[in-house]
């Protein structure tokens, strides 16, 4: 980056992107003054948004592969035929 007062190329004295954006900040060694750019998203929120994306789709993915099974019906327990016969015997007393 040239300097925006005499021209001179200015020296990068910060590279900043914690925020997510790439923000540099130059000073120029002949004059003093100090300038920044913004050069947009850092390259390391790009690859993170890239990632969830990635995994966003695959889980998607996998619900729509994955078979549903169809819902068991409740069972009865078994029951013997001397348990049904003894049951109406057991009601009238």
């Given at each position: 980056m040239d300097c925006a007062?005499?021209?001179e190329p200015m020296?990068?004295?910060?590279?900043?992107?914690?925020?997510g954006r790439d923000i540099r900040e130059?000073?120029?060694?002949r004059c003093g003054h100090e300038d920044w750019e913004d050069n947009g998203e850092a390259l390391w929120q790009?690859?993170?948004n890239d990632r969830e994306e990635f995994e966003a789709a695959q889980a998607l993915e996998a619900t729509?592969?994955?078979?549903?099974?169809?819902?068991?019906?409740?069972?009865?327990p078994v029951i013997s035929m001397w348990n049904r016969i003894m049951r109406v015997f057991?009601?009238?007393r």
């Open positions: 007062k005499c021209g020296r990068m004295t910060d590279k900043n992107s914690f925020s130059y000073k120029c060694d790009i690859l993170h729509a592969e994955a078979p549903v099974a169809p819902p068991v019906p409740e069972q009865k057991r009601r009238c």
